[in-house]
């Protein structure tokens, strides 16, 4: 095959499917074929104008490829594992090149160059950087992890986003307040890789509206779904040591606020749009008031990206998740249902209609 198609996100919302040659791989990097693309709710605010200026690009972050060509350059892991072609792979969605100001400071998930090889029109060349495609160029700074064979694609695509992202967060909150009591607002994805990658025996409550969330949820033996929140009686109350925003509202914000008790901690992970209609109000004083740490997790290191490759190599709630399939031919489809929380993971597979791969 010499040519592999995209989906591009129009300006106006609108999704257009590219056919384009399949140039071979830069330096150090890698042509993969897309086994399976997760619909992430960063993709379906995207779809719905989240972003203030992307126009024109390849969604998708979320993925697994196995790989086709590497220009007949050695291919490591971040294992020190040799690639060839054949092997599957999960890879990070952004890059970190070690040269810029936040690299060099150490801050390498804060990368000034971490989206150059993302939100990118299918026009541009390499044209395939994007996930909701048959192809996907991978760049030398995009740190990757072999997929072992007892883990199926259609888990192994949870890792690259979602699960190394909840590793993150569990490994920014205090050891001290696992303890908890302990909350998750938000029970998509993002929220119950939370759980997954949380010691043994943290208990958490999981806030959701959405009754097929919350049944979700319940999957987890750890985790008790609500979709009532406890009342507290006074400003500087609360009812959690621990409080992680899973969702992408920015009203969740408030909630956690209010949810978290004096001396505990709220992550910030599932409100990214900076849009100027994503404001809240708060009291500042309340933070001091409460002695509150917030911490913000955005993207994630290599050794969170490893172990979950690992996680998802062993017993886990995450493979009990219901999933939707669908092709690249019905893209907005699987956007409008990973909208509708109509699954636990919503994938797109290419080829599974017969479509060019």
């Keep these: 095959m010499t040519t592999g198609v995209t989906v591009n996100l129009l300006p106006d919302g609108g999704l257009e499917r590219r056919e384009h040659p399949l140039l071979p791989p830069r330096q150090g990097g890698a042509l993969l074929a897309i086994e399976r693309a997760n619909v992430c709710g960063s993709d379906v605010h995207l779809w719905r104008g989240g972003h203030p200026t992307l126009h024109d690009c390849v969604l998708g972050h979320e993925f697994v490829g196995r790989i086709v060509d590497t220009g007949g350059v050695p291919l490591y892991d971040a294992r020190g594992e040799r690639l060839v072609e054949g092997d599957r792979l999960v890879c990070s969605y952004f890059r ?3 040269n810029c100001v936040m690299c ?3 801050r390498t998930r804060l990368c000034e160059r971490a989206y150059d090889s993302w939100g990118r029109s299918s026009l541009e060349q390499p044209h395939f950087r994007g996930a909701f495609a048959s192809h996907y160029h ?14 199926p694609s259609a888990l192994a695509a949870l890792a690259n986003c979602a699960l190394a992202q909840g590793i993150a967060v569990v490994d920014t909150i205090n050891p001290d307040l696992l303890a908890g009591p302990c909350l998750v607002i938000g029970a998509g994805a993002l929220g119950l890789s939370v759980l997954a990658g949380a010691p043994a025996g943290t208990v958490w409550d999981v806030y959701d509206r959405v009754a097929a969330r919350r049944a979700n949820a319940e999957l987890f033996p750890t985790a008790r779904a609500i979709d009532t929140l406890p009342s507290v009686t006074g400003t500087l109350d609360g009812a959690y040591d621990v ?10 914000f408030e909630t956690a606020l209010e949810q978290v008790r004096p001396g505990g901690q709220i992550v910030m992970m599932g409100i990214i749009n900076t849009r100027p209609t994503d404001v809240v109000s708060i009291r500042p004083g309340v933070l001091t008031r409460k002695g509150v740490t917030v911490s913000s997790v955005i993207r994630y290191d290599q050794r969170q990206l490893l172990a979950a490759v690992d996680l998802l190599c062993g017993p886990t ?16 489809d699987a956007l409008a249902a990973a909208e509708r929380c109509e699954s636990g993971r919503v994938s797109l597979v290419p080829g599974m209609n017969g479509e060019l791969r």
């Excluded at 991978?138 to 064979?149: C, G, I």
């Excluded at 409080?243 to 969740?252: D, F, K, N, R």
């Design 96 to 98: 970190v090149c070690g």
């Design 104 to 106: 060099l400071a150490g």
């Design 138 to 151: 991978l760049h030398q700074e995009q740190f990757r992890v072999k997929v072992p064979a007892e883990v």
């Design 243 to 252: 409080v992680v925003v899973a969702a992408g509202t920015p009203e969740a």
């Design 317 to 332: 709630p995450l493979r009990l998740l219901p999933l939707a399939e669908f092709g690249l031919d019905s893209v907005a």
